[in-house]
């Protein structure tokens, strides 16, 4: 079965700090994708990223980045000089690449909500 | 395209009433998924729909539960009997898989609605 854990709960930061959204994932499947997803006030999901587990580069995109260790089995989510904008509740999640009976079904962590004061 | 859009937003209905939430997904989406979220928890997957077959569906959905997908376009999603316990957010999401009736490429991102709330009273 699969599971993500997301141990953080709840983060404040300051603007313009750094911070580290961690994600652990526990899956028996060697074929998988890993999504980071953020859910701002006004409820809608949205995508942010997607990685394969056969690809453990690291990714930047603007001030976010994504750290992939297949090793550990995380992957953790960094935003480089918060702002209040960035404040959202962020899902860290995992699907089985294809085949079988899941469908791509994607299986959510808790959430770690994410809150920087101006 | 305007992305996946869920009617209604809200819905607050009494203890036994059945309710029914539909979901537009992005036209050229073959997937369909349903998804419950309770307050501070993550999304909770319920079933999936394949163009208007229905492959896989959770545990969680109960016999109370029914989605359905015809045409392979809209999909809809009756909860009879509600119960307090029935009370979350239903989102829905969309893919786009390699090919029509294709059953590849499952990491494709899913793109979701903006969730129908229920509260039962």
């Known amino acids: 079965a699969q599971k993500v854990t997301q141990a953080q709960t709840e983060i404040s930061v300051v603007e313009k700090e750094d911070v580290t959204l961690d994600c652990v994932y526990e899956?028996?499947?060697?074929?998988?994708?890993l999504f980071w997803y953020k859910q701002p006030p006004s409820g809608e999901l949205v995508f942010l990223i997607r990685?394969?587990?056969?690809?453990?580069q690291n990714e930047i995109s603007g001030r976010y980045s994504w750290n992939f260790q297949k090793s550990t089995s995380s992957f953790n989510f960094t935003i480089t000089a918060s702002q209040v904008v960035d404040s959202a509740v962020y899902f860290c999640?995992?699907?089985?690449?294809?085949?079988?009976?899941?469908?791509?079904?994607?299986?959510f962590g808790q959430g770690t909500i994410l809150t920087v004061h101006p | 395209d305007t992305g996946v859009s869920q009617d209604p937003r809200h819905k607050i209905t009494k203890r036994g009433q059945n309710v029914t939430f539909r979901c537009d997904p992005i036209?050229?989406?073959?997937?369909l998924y349903w998804y419950r979220q309770t307050l501070g928890q993550g999304p909770e997957f319920l079933t999936y729909?394949?163009?208007?077959?229905?492959?896989?569906k959770s545990r969680l959905l109960s016999d109370r539960f029914s989605a359905e997908r015809p045409k392979g376009s809209f999909s809809t999603l009756e909860i009879q009997r509600t119960e307090q316990g029935d009370s979350a957010m239903y989102l829905c999401?969309?893919?786009?898989?390699?090919?029509?009736?294709?059953?590849?490429?499952?990491?494709?991102?899913?793109?979701f609605g903006p969730g129908t709330r229920l509260t039962v009273l």
């Open positions: 999401a969309s893919s786009l898989g390699f090919a029509s009736g294709s059953l590849g490429s499952f990491g494709n991102e899913q793109f």
């Open positions: 899956t028996r499947d060697t074929t998988y994708y």
């Open positions: 990685r394969n587990s056969f690809d453990e």
């Open positions: 999640a995992l699907s089985e690449a294809g085949g079988g009976t899941s469908y791509g079904k994607l299986t």
């Open positions: 036209s050229e989406h073959n997937r």
């Open positions: 729909f394949q163009n208007e077959a229905q492959l896989e």
